[in-house]
């Protein structure tokens, strides 16, 4: 009796490794098995025919006739209401309506609000443009020092025709291959695409030139292009995508989290914030009118996760996560350590969901970078604090210490510190140059989706490094001087700059407003350094001794 018991016990157990085995092949089949047609025919996703019996089970993917009507539906203007949450448009619709039964009539109010593909309203009469005045006054137009070809990234021979087939990888295959870019066969730089110009624009002192209409012309790829080919970014905490176009060029894509209006809640850690893809768009506005130019080109972009994300991807990880909200809205979450969950799904209405799409850099096979420690790095820990919180001299240890005993590094990161308290970004823990150009280079400053997270609290913490070193470069001193006056009031030139944006408006007002704030309070901390340690001590002059400097009393 005992050695029956025996036997089907392991006639059992050896039944339930056989089910696993059939519904781990299964579930590898599926991705192969949704692709093929409703009369098994491989490559068709075609709607059955008209005669065939309607399916009673609901199918994984709704099908092709929904999904078009979807598109539809989505591709209207005020069909995702971006910059604000729903609560929020409701009120700005008339109110009313409660959650249950009010859905028709909250989507016709919905309807009626400005959409982000509706047109903007132009920037005020009173002072025409001043975005361009700003970018015509002096300090916006201080010559670099002439470039050797030791400063430029690249050294471009214009006898060699840009080929996009040769980095093409062996499993590339485009269904449309009459749309595919083609190179012309012509040998100006003028016939490379603008991401390549943006790449061989790159020098020892700026991403971009200020005038460089390569950068425009990018800005307007990454929402138009066409998308081939989509994948999970490895690493990091939160999910984004590497996404690539029609013209081979390639951006970051970061999903949209958070309303405009929402800030970060009172308890989160700053290291388990969300990342914000306006504030990484609002970043590069910033970055230009500060004169840095070292953020890539970053601008937002309505995507259809069906189109363009689903049905291009090749990473089976990030297809498995797709699925159909209650609300009958396509969702995903791919992998990632936080926020890839079905309760952190990102999820489009129906199907749309806006991002942002930073440019990439040139391939690290091509042009080298360097990560560096930020010195003052935060602890990332919930408890534990980093020695600069604790030792007001930390900075005198930092200059003994190479790149930041010689040259410009330590003024490179005075700027970063501006940059980031005007934001309220705490999450700098790393920075990047380009290796070629050694430690007399620009700081590139990448990911900063974590700023613009508050506006109703200034983060003092993150000037340390300014308060602690007490220098700062007489350029930027001075066009801070400048974006505080009246007539170049920061927060009027961002909202300027970002209506330019596809999913304008970028920010919430009360970030806008918070940043001419946070600039009067850097000023100051400027000002008492210079009452403490002298005006030559703190401020650095860095302008060429040819160039006719003037003052922000202009």
Not at 153 to 171: G, K, M, T, W, Y
Not at 246 to 257: D, E, H, I, V
Not at 423 to 429: I, V
Request: glycine residues 6%; hydrophobic residues 35%.
């Amino acid at each position: 009796m005992k050695m029956l018991l025996v036997r089907k016990f392991r006639v059992l157990i050896l039944m339930v490794f056989l089910v696993a085995c059939t519904m781990h092949i299964m579930i590898d089949l599926l991705p192969r098995l949704e692709r093929r047609g409703p009369e098994g025919r491989p490559g068709c996703s075609c709607p059955p025919p008209a005669a065939a019996p309607p399916r009673a089970a609901a199918p994984r993917w709704p099908s092709k006739h929904t999904l078009r009507i979807l598109q539809d539906f989505s591709a209207e203007p005020a069909s995702n209401l971006s910059s604000q949450s729903r609560e929020a448009a409701e009120r700005a619709a008339g109110g009313g309506g409660g959650a249950g039964g009010g859905g028709a009539a909250a989507a016709g109010r919905a309807r009626r609000l400005i959409g982000p593909g509706a047109p903007r309203p132009p920037p005020p009469a009173g002072n025409a443009a001043p975005l361009a005045a700003l970018f015509e006054h002096p300090l916006y137009r201080a010559a670099l020092p002439p470039l050797a070809d030791g400063d430029l990234l690249f050294n471009v021979n214009s006898d060699i025709r840009f080929n996009p087939r040769a980095a093409e990888q062996p499993e590339w295959q485009n269904e449309d291959h009459h749309e595919e870019f083609l190179p012309t066969g012509e040998t100006s730089i003028d016939s490379y695409p603008n991401w390549l110009k943006f790449h061989i624009g790159i020098n020892r002192y700026e991403l971009y030139s200020r005038h460089n209409p390569a950068i425009e012309a990018l800005l307007q790829d990454l929402v138009s292009q066409k998308i081939t080919s989509v994948a999970m970014k490895s690493g990091g905490t939160q999910l984004k995508l590497i996404m690539t176009f029609q013209n081979y060029g390639q951006a970051l894509f970061k999903p949209m989290k958070q309303t405009r209006e929402q800030e970060t809640p009172p308890d989160f850690f700053y290291f388990s914030d969300y990342e914000r893809h306006n504030a990484e768009i609002a970043a590069f506005h910033l970055d230009r009118i500060l004169d840095f130019r070292r953020v890539p080109p970053v601008a937002g972009r309505l995507v259809n996760m069906t189109r363009e994300i689903r049905d291009v991807t090749r990473d089976k990880k990030l297809w498995r996560t797709f699925f159909i909200s209650p609300a009958n809205n396509i969702c995903f979450y791919g992998e990632c350590s936080y926020y890839c969950s079905t309760e952190h799904a990102l999820c489009g209405k129906p199907d749309q969901i806006e991002g942002s799409l930073a440019a990439f850099l040139p391939d690290l096979s091509l042009a080298k970078r360097k990560t560096w420690r930020n010195p003052w790095r935060r602890s990332y820990h919930k408890r534990k604090k980093a020695e600069w919180e604790v030792d007001p001299d930390y900075c005198e240890e930092v200059k003994q210490t190479p790149p930041y005993d010689s040259g410009t590094r330590i003024l490179d990161i005075m700027d970063m510190t501006v940059f980031d308290f005007l934001m309220g970004n705490m999450d700098r823990h790393h920075y990047e140059t380009f290796e070629k150009f050694g430690n007399e280079t620009f700081i590139i400053h990448l990911d900063n989706g974590r700023g613009f997270g508050k506006y109703s609290h200034d983060e003092l913490s993150i000037l340390v490094p300014l308060n602690q070193c007490c220098r700062i470069r007489k350029s930027t001193y001075l066009r801070l001087q400048l974006l505080a006056k009246e007539e170049y009031k920061l927060s009027l030139l961002m909202k300027e700059s970002l209506l330019k944006d596809k999913i304008a408006p970028i920010l919430y007002q009360p970030h806008l407003e918070a940043m001419d704030r946070r600039l009067r309070i850097v000023l100051k901390a400027v000002s008492d350094c210079i009452e403490k340690d002298g005006y030559d001590n703190v401020v650095e002059n860095d302008f060429n001794t040819d160039v006719n400097t003037v003052t922000t009393e202009r």
